[in-house]
């Protein structure tokens, strides 16, 4: 297999970067390379940017407003504008959203309370680089772990995401309030997703499940064809 370049940025209350760092390798064979916040730059020739779960910067104001702003943050936007695919879980998802790069916002849950167990997800969407390995309308479980992640968009967004395909995964049941039970969008380009559920920590069976290893083996596949 050919190198896959991968970067995983960390910001302050990042608490998923290594498990995400760790099933990008096991995947790819290629150790991603670790950023941290306050970098200005990334490593050249990216194939792949991650932004992990946790609770950046406290999760203070808007869970993931402040980290949108980190200096790091300049050099992904930029890069995703060339093509590069991002993908943003979790406190990711949040950060994608504050930094314009997917519409909506992730508000605090229905209910008020922390969510933390297996969901059963739809994959809605399966021409994505990173929904390929998966068959439309298939039904798989991840692991949940979120406050503030409760997705919100007007009517008129959620509309534009159902025509175009944008909704690549569904909850299968109400987790958390999100609006039509979106657990995952994808912007116009289709390269950049944000997502609740933890495809990192369901890679094998030791896990618990293992149906998060085809999101990250579709994207090496996708990447290291293309």
């Known amino acids: ?64 407003a402040m980290a949108a702003r980190s200096p790091i943050m300049r050099a992904v936007i930029a890069a995703a504008a060339r093509g590069v695919p991002v993908l943003g879980v979790c406190n990711g998802f949040q950060v994608l959203t504050e930094a314009g790069l997917l519409p909506g916002a992730l508000m605090r849950n229905a209910g008020i309370r922390f969510v933390c167990r297996d969901v059963a997800l739809v994959v809605e969407n399966n021409q994505s680089l990173f929904t390929a390995g998966y068959s439309q309308g298939q039904r798989i479980t991840l692991p949940v772990a979120h406050h503030d992640g409760n ?3 007007d009517e008129a967004t959620l509309d534009r995401l159902e025509g175009e395909g944008r909704v690549a995964l569904r909850y299968g049941e109400p987790v958390n309030g999100s609006a039509r039970n979106i657990a995952g969008v994808l912007n116009s380009a289709g390269n950049v997703l944000g997502m609740m559920p933890h495809p990192e920590r369901a890679i094998e069976p030791a896990h618990g499940g293992s149906d ?12 290291v064809q293309a």
């Open 1 to 64: 297999m050919m190198s896959f370049r991968a970067a995983v940025i960390t910001f302050p209350g990042s608490n998923c970067d290594r498990d995400m760092a760790d099933a990008l390798e096991k995947v790819s064979g290629s150790t991603p390379f670790r950023v941290w916040h306050g970098d200005a730059e990334l490593p050249d020739h990216l194939d792949f940017i991650a932004l992990p779960g946790g609770f950046s910067y406290g999760d203070y104001l808007r869970s993931g």
């Open 212 to 223: 998060g290893r085809a999101l990250f083996a579709s994207a090496v596949r996708g990447l």
């Open 151 to 153: 997705f919100f968009a």
